[in-house]
């Protein structure tokens, strides 16, 4: 059965399209946009159009548009046609712009500024809804001259009766008296077209089935039904999506945390993590919180589309991009791991891919973003900073006085064997942990009072995965060094 989305076309007619402004970042609330109207056109085997709503010519800039093309390659979601740009479109708007002046359902307007601010200022004062008159309507200019001084504006002459009726997939029947619409500028009055007459003219161009936007869209789309009747097209069925909200159910804003896809890259999302969790705010599959790309576009048909707000939530972010990283096959997380170190310029000769492959392996189950992966490589390859009162208080809560001998003792051993290439030597996490149990029982100590101070000294951590097999990673040069640096500088104050 199909979708009630679809029932005015065929499946195979289905086109959606996702038309961001260039003034910023792709944030998180237009890439669930991008999302759903991608996933929608999946489902029904139609196309998704990306165009570019660049018209706003002081706002927009070429880094914001490759900022938003970056950000839906991030998220693999593939456009099928476009990019399209309406500064690309501008004889086309004034095309259909002299068409609707010839057919009357479009006029110039010579008030001026402060001519228009007076008369809001009156309506305002006799408790009127601020809008403007139609005073340069046709039937009420007749005879008057046009000012000299003003550069006309182009308005779209909107029915004075009825309604404007539409059934959203989000949000059901909305209906608009038309005596509540004023006529709109469609045209500045140094020639160039307005938001919502580009956005009509392109949705009929483009063959636009259906609009999925926000809810804050929801105050243009009569208007834009309007224009779009009188050039004689066939409106889309819109889908009027509420607002993504902070965990605090303010708006969404920096204040929340990342707000740009890319900014959820820099703190180590992964893409499809990022999916599967944006395609729950707002909508759902009965209990399902987990799914695939593939599973999403064989669900997602239009319906199920939530009423409310949704929260941004990021603790179920990671809980989500947990599960994904689990799943991870070891290339991709190596090559992230390698992005990631590039990024904080941290490198170390000795760390090969099978050394990182194996940290991984260790730590793959206790993270839940790339970066604390990142964090686990750098306490590797960085020598821990033995200033730090978090590693001093470390140590000296495990290590005293009893178990030195057997810390000196270890250091002795890994010496000696540093006198062997690690190739040569084969040290393994089995050959670590025997000589660990050999310390321990020799000295007479507990396991804690050794693999503790170790972990601090070699990793600047008191936790770690299984110490035997973090240090196998390690040459044992390196164990030597960090131990040897731990030794002197807490040997003085064990008691």
Known sequence: MSSPAVNQTESALVRTRFAPSPTG????????????????????????????????????????????????????????EGPFFQTKRMDRYRE?????????????????????????????????????????????????????????????RNPDEGYVVWQ????????????ELDDLIIARSDGTPTYNFCVVV???????????????????????????????????????????????????????????????????FIPDAVVNYLARLGWSHG???????????????????????????????RWVNQHYLKKADDAYLLGELRRRLDWRSVAAAWFSDRAACALIALVRDRINTLEELADWACSMLIDP????????EGVASALKAEALPAVKACLDHIKNMSQIPDEALGWTAADISLEIKNLISTYGIKMPQLAIPMRWWCFGRGQTPAVDAMLSILPHSLIAKRLEFGLAKHDGTLK
């Open 25 to 80: 970042f792709l944030h998180i609330g237009g890439a669930r946009t991008a999302l759903f109207a991608w996933a929608f056109a999946r489902h029904f085997r139609g196309r998704f159009v990306l165009r570019i709503e660049d018209t706003d010519l002081e706002r927009s800039t070429a880094e914001a548009t490759q900022a938003i093309v970056d950000g839906m390659a991030w998220l693999k979601l593939e456009a099928d």
């Open 96 to 156: 259909v712009i002299a068409q609707m002046l010839a057919q009357g359902n479009a006029y110039y307007c010579w008030a001026s500024p402060e001519e228009l601010d007076a008369m809001r200022e009156l309506q305002r004062t006799q408790g009127l809804k601020p809008r403007y008159d139609g005073r340069w309507r046709p039937e009420k200019a007749a005879g008057s001259v046009p000012p000299a001084a003003v550069l006309p504006v182009v308005r779209f």
């Open 168 to 179: 959203d997939m989000v949000k059901g029947t909305i209906s608009i008296a038309n005596s």
């Open 202 to 268: 392109d949705d009929l161009d483009m063959q636009i089935s259906h609009v999925i936007r926000g809810d804050d869209h929801v105050n243009n789309t009569p208007r834009q039904i309007n224009i779009l009747r009188a050039l004689g097209g066939r409106e889309p069925l819109y889908g009027h999506l509420p607002m993504i909200h902070g965990s605090d159910g303010q708006k969404l804003s920096k204040r929340h945390g990342a707000v740009s896809v890319i900014e959820f890259d820099r703190q180590g």
């Open 287 to 317: 209990d399902d919180e987990l799914f695939t790309r593939e599973d999403l576009i064989a669900w997602f048909d239009g319906s199920a589309l939530s009423h409310s707000p949704s929260q941004l939530d990021y603790d179920k972010l």
């Open 385 to 392: 900073d033995l200033d730090d009162p978090a590693i001093a």
